[in-house]
């Protein structure tokens, strides 16, 4: 039972560039989620999903893209990378009948120069 | 909306001393509360969590929080802290309706003194 798994765990873009941070879970979750992390702000809520097909905004959604055409897959897409972003990527899953049992993905951490 | 606010930025702590970290919510229906830790360059790990019932919610690493509804507080104390819980402690609520979406505070960072 791999859980969450993220990819890549490291990664250095330039301004303007593109990306995809993956993340899967093989336990059949329903919801699926994306934070940041930065020094004095915690996890800030980017995107979230209910379910294959279905995806809302959370706290800071600007600058980011998602898409959940499976269960298992929930990619983050930084369509034009700016250092703002520069940050810690977790991602998030659980089932929606156990709404206090998530299970967090290792981080990714993102660099934009 | 709700919201959360861990009111130390940093707390600094001598070893086997015990300690609080202060966490409190807003929010206009009911709530589940969570602390986490984070270790340098490390993933999140669960701590503890308050669901429903008993206030004293005990977890792993010798941690406790007390839910009070009253103050809407969830503070986290240890009786006698370790150079190993060093770290950076997040207080995180989710409410009972909607996507029950996981709201995190800024976070406290513990350090351990020798």
Request: with cysteine.
């Amino acid at each position: 039972n791999a859980g969450v798994t993220q990819t890549p765990k490291f990664q250095v873009l330039k301004t303007g560039q593109s990306m995809t941070l993956q993340c899967a879970q093989d336990m059949n979750h329903e919801y699926m989620s994306w934070y940041r992390q930065d020094p004095g702000m915690g996890l800030r809520l980017i995107h979230y999903s209910v379910g294959a097909g279905i995806t809302d905004q959370g706290e800071v959604p600007n600058g980011y893209n998602v898409s959940r055409s499976t269960t298992e897959d929930f990619p983050l897409r930084l369509l034009s990378a700016a250092p703002s972003q520069t940050s810690v990527y977790f991602c998030a899953s659980r089932l929606d009948s156990a709404p206090n049992t998530i299970y967090f993905g290792e981080g990714s951490w993102l660099t934009v120069v | 909306a709700q919201s959360v606010t861990q009111l130390d930025s940093q707390v600094p702590v001598f070893e086997e001393a015990p300690v609080e970290l202060r966490c409190n919510y807003s929010s206009s229906v009911s709530v589940y509360l969570f602390w986490y830790v984070q270790y340098p360059n490390q993933g999140l790990q669960l701590l503890l969590k308050y669901l429903s019932g008993s206030t004293l919610v005990k977890g792993i690493n010798g941690f406790e929080a007390e839910f009070n509804k009253s103050q809407t507080s969830f503070h986290l104390r240890k009786p006698s802290v370790h150079i190993s819980d060093t770290a950076e402690y997040f207080c995180a609520v989710s409410v009972y309706t909607g996507a029950n979406n996981l709201f995190f505070g800024t976070g406290t960072r513990l350090t351990v003194i020798p």
